[in-house]
């Protein structure tokens, strides 16, 4: 089995119990050692008893998990209007620079030649599953005689999400600023995990200032120098930056037990080596501030690249172009990281971050969900909430205040299963 990493899985468990000595009556209690080995913690107060997860990385500093090459199984192209086109169109092409010192002017342009997605439309799950409406027949299905009606219409798929909020799980037990909040709905057997912003993150978007608005714009900027529409076109650094337009990769991996299916928006294609297929092939474009100081690199190893690692780590995107700027909004040198040595960078750092402890966390944390979520219905949807410093905890839903699977997709999903009653 082609395998990123291959693991023997270590017993590590500890038991530990947690007794809040405050007036709340709340207590906390570590489950004693389980099979699977998880650290869900008991809280219980007067009103009723819920588990949490905790977050510190000590819990889940052990071997590596199996995470298993994710495969590409479709991609989807989103235009200027966000209408989904089941197809590549909007892939582009990698040209390298002749220069590895250029001056590409990321500003310029912000004014006159931006066109700026509305941010304020939460689009949650539906370009994911506009695409699986469109793409069924990639989900495996249940062969052989006791193939049953009722199980035929199941994605035999545990989590469906975006690959943007897997990285923030991957990287929670080392995040310390920005919390979040995802929604989880079981579904015909299927988890599908989609964000809620957090006040605090709406607050800070609507607060924008114009230099951070510009860093943003910047970043797009930098992929328009580097990217061509066509394989062996040239860039055009003349034409409007139009956010709106993405490419979406959708891929197929298993972390342990728990199979995913996600989608990432991929930046460009590497077009000089036909051996490679995506996502081999495919390249993530960042840019980041010119590093001067010992401090500063420190920081960048430590808070930036755990970021951009598990952001390519989990599709499988091998390669970051980095563009360095300088204060006045210029690229002054480029250099490319291999997603998979990023981590020989930065382990000398003290207390650094570890990948094995990422993924242990992602795996246990997509355990509690199974745990937690066990009611399968469409209109239910458990939120789980994290902030810094505190546990994993979680909410349930009835009302339709977080629900986010449309109606056009349980609607599709349910009439296939009555079609196949009816055969
Ligand atoms: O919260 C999210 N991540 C959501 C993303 C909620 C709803 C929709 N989306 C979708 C959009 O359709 C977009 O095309 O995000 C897609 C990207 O998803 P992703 O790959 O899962 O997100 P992430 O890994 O966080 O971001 C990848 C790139 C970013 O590149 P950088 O180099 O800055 O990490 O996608 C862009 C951004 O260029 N991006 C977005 N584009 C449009 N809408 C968004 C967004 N909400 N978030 C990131
Ligand atoms: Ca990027």
Redesign the pocket.
Same mark, same amino acid.
């Given at each position: 089995m082609n395998r990123h990493f291959n693991t023997s899985r270590e017993s590590s468990g500890r038991e530990v119990f947690k007794r809040k000595a405050d007036d709340t009556q709340e207590s906390e209690i570590k489950l004693p050692k389980t099979e699977t080995d998880e650290h869900y913690i008991l809280r219980t107060n007067n009103a009723d008893s819920k588990l949490a997860l905790p977050v510190q990385p000590d819990y889940y500093d052990k071997s590596f998990p199996d995470y298993r090459q994710p495969v590409e199984i479709g991609c989807f192209s989103l235009d200027s209007n966000r209408q989904l086109f089941n197809d590549a169109r909007q892939l582009k092409y990698c040209v390298k620079p002749t220069s590895k010192n250029p001056n590409f002017n990321l500003r310029d342009g912000y004014k006159d030649r931006y066109i700026k997605r509305n941010d304020n439309i939460k689009e949650k799950l539906d370009h994911i599953l506009k695409w699986i409406l469109l793409n069924k027949h990639k989900f495996p299905t249940l062969s052989g005689d006791d193939k049953s009606p009722a199980l035929s219409n199941q994605l035999h798929t545990d989590f469906i999400t975006w690959r943007g909020h897997l990285t923030k799980i991957l990287t929670t037990p080392y995040e310390n600023r920005e919390g979040w909040m995802l929604a989880v709905t079981l579904f015909h057997g299927t988890y599908y995990m989609s964000e809620v912003e957090t006040e605090e993150a709406r607050r800070q978007r609507e607060q924008r200032t114009e230099m951070q608005e510009e860093l943003i714009y910047g970043?797009?900027k930098? /992929?328009q120098y580097l990217c061509a529409d066509k394989p062996g076109g040239n860039p055009n650094p003349a034409g409007v930056v139009n956010t709106n337009e993405a490419f979406c990769c959708v891929v197929r991996t298993r972390l342990n037990g728990h199979s995913l299916v996600f989608s990432g /928006?991929v930046?460009c294609k590497d077009n000089s080596d036909p051996r490679l297929k995506a996502p081999q092939c495919y390249v /993530?474009?960042?840019?980041s501030r010119e590093i001067y100081t010992p401090n500063q690199e420190r920081n960048f190893h430590r808070f930036k690249l755990i970021k951009w690692w598990a952001?390519s780590f989990l599709p499988g995107v091998p390669r970051?172009i980095t563009g360095f700027r300088d204060d006045n909004g210029m690229v002054v040198s480029l250099q490319s990281f291999e997603t998979m040595k990023i981590h020989h960078l930065v382990k000398n750092e003290r207390n650094c971050w570890k990948p094995a402890v990422c993924l242990n966390f992602c795996n246990d944390f997509l355990s509690f969900v199974k745990k937690v979520v066990t009611h399968d219905d469409h209109r239910m949807v458990t939120l789980f909430s994290w902030e810094p410093g505190k546990d994993i905890s979680y909410t349930v839903h009835t009302d339709r205040t977080y629900a986010f699977l449309p109606d056009w997709y349980v609607e599709n999903m349910i009439i296939q299963k009555g079609e196949h009653n009816a055969e």
């Open positions: 970043g797009y930098f /992929e /928006e930046d /993530e474009l960042k840019t952001q970051i």
